[in-house]
């Protein structure tokens, strides 16, 4: 099923136009990862390290270009996502004071309709949207003894114990939540590494900021009710990037749209003027710099595959090389009813610090695009720090947690040579200070 039903059409009528007269990104990059996961499976490193580096330029090209794209062949059983969507729906049809009693504090448990506000700089009020957030089960995921300050900050503050629903409310719905965070964790961790691959680095790259592996995943349970007069002002998720590494997402219904920068709209949809959504230009303009000509684009839903998109991070760590894309989530057509979607984020340690590698200095390095002459990020950052960041825009309650990590962080100094367009080197110093 690709875009929307012509029933949107009619709900269009009152809904803002320019929300869903967009294009459907159907060339979307796909990768088939079987290969990969058979070779982990039988232990052969011969087959695993053809399957990474057939997969590499791929994942290149695909995080280089819009960040977003496909994983197939991913081998996690359809009955096991098929269980998850109802055991989600199940959930959200339950009383609110029964929901509620999940919720632990952010990112754990209940988030009731319109808690959270994704874009404040162009909703006045929160996502059309009710969540249930889940992370690894403590007992399987203890902080380790030498944890820093920073990381019992915030694994206090945001990933708290998981409080669950009684087997006599909602039978069976941990067994099924965990086994499937454990099956996506994997899959995850399978990415990851033909990402770190992608970025030049150790296919061990991701896992070894994980000090407990396992621990830095996030499923979240959505269900968005559709919102027949939905306006740009106020959307079922409005637009923003992620924070971390990597969501893979499976959704169960079309309502998912992505920013393409310029370059992308030309090179997928030459003959058409895509219509931009000048509603949110001001959005789109305060989170990425600003790129007129660009376009949203649904993103479709396919049988068998995870969406699977990149975050601030990534982003950071490749100067920008490869792209953590504005998305957003319309869904306005009460013919499709609910839409479920299940979005697993993956971050690493709060206290893992990012700095752009090497290789991806503007000027000198090997996987930097040539034409990049700017250094986006010169100072480094911890996770901990862009996460609280992140999450006091979204919170309107958590500027205390940004300020503790802030004074927890520590301030490194970083010193990068950058080579400008006549090859004359510049040495940079810049302190990672609040
Ligand atoms: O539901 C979706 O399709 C996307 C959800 C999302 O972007 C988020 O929760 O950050």
């Not at 039978?171 to 099924?176: D, T």
């Not at 590494?193 to 621990?215: C, H, I, N, Y």
């Not at 979607?341 to 690493?348: A, H, I, K, Q, W």
């Amino acid at each position: 099923m690709l875009g929307i039903s012509s029933s949107a059409a009619a709900a269009a009528v009152a809904a803002d136009a320019s929300l869903l007269h967009v294009p459907t990104f159907t060339d979307i990059p796909i990768l088939n990862v079987s290969a990969l996961i058979d070779a982990k499976a039988s232990d052969d490193s011969a087959a695993y390290a053809k399957a990474i580096a057939d997969l590499t330029m791929a994942m290149y090209d695909a995080s280089k270009s819009v960040g977003f794209f496909l994983v197939s062949g991913h081998g996690i059983d359809t009955a096991l996502i098929d269980d998850m969507f109802a055991m989600a729906r199940r959930f959200f049809a339950l009383p609110v004071d029964v929901k509620k009693t999940t919720s632990v504090s952010h990112n754990r448990g209940y988030m009731a309709l319109g808690e959270e506000n994704l874009n404040s700089d162009a909703q006045y009020d929160g996502d059309i949207k009710e969540a249930l957030d889940i992370g690894p089960e403590k007992e399987d995921a203890p902080l380790p003894d030498d944890a820093s300050e920073l990381d019992r900050l915030l694994a206090y503050r945001l990933r708290q114990r998981n409080r669950w629903l009684s087997d006599d409310v909602l039978p069976g719905f941990k067994q099924v939540s965990m086994k499937y965070y454990d099956k996506v964790n994997e899959l995850a961790e399978i990415v990851l590494e033909v990402l770190a691959s992608a970025m030049g680095q150790s296919t061990a790259f991701f896992s070894d900021r994980v000090k407990v592996p396992g621990t830095m995943g996030q499923l979240r349970m959505v269900r968005y009710p559709a919102a027949p007069g939905m306006q740009s002002s106020r959307l079922s998720c409005g637009a923003h990037s992620d924070y971390g590494c990597i969501t893979l997402l499976a959704a169960d219904t079309p309502g998912l749209q992505i920013y393409l920068s310029p370059e992308v709209v030309k090179r997928h949809f030459p003959a058409r003027a895509c219509s931009d959504l000048q509603a949110h230009h001001e959005s789109i303009k305060y989170a990425s710099g600003g790129q007129p000509g660009g376009s949203w684009a649904w993103v479709p839903v396919v049988p068998g595959t995870f969406i699977v998109n990149l975050g601030d991070m990534i982003s950071r760590w490749t100067n920008r090389t490869f792209k953590s894309t504005l998305h957003r989530v319309v869904h306005v057509d009460t013919d499709l009813g609910d839409r479920i979607s299940l979005p697993f984020f993956v971050d690493c340690d709060f206290d893992t610090e990012i700095r752009v590698l090497p290789a991806f200095l503007p000027g000198s390095g090997k996987l930097s695009d040539p034409k990049e002459h700017v250094l986006h990020f010169p100072k480094p950052i911890t996770m901990g720090q862009h996460l609280a960041l992140m999450f006091s825009s979204t919170f309107p309650e958590l500027p205390a947690v940004r300020k503790e990590t802030q004074r927890l962080t520590p301030s490194p100094v970083v010193h990068v040579t950058l080579r400008d367009e006549d090859g004359q080197e510049h040495e940079l110093a810049e302190s990672a200070g609040a």
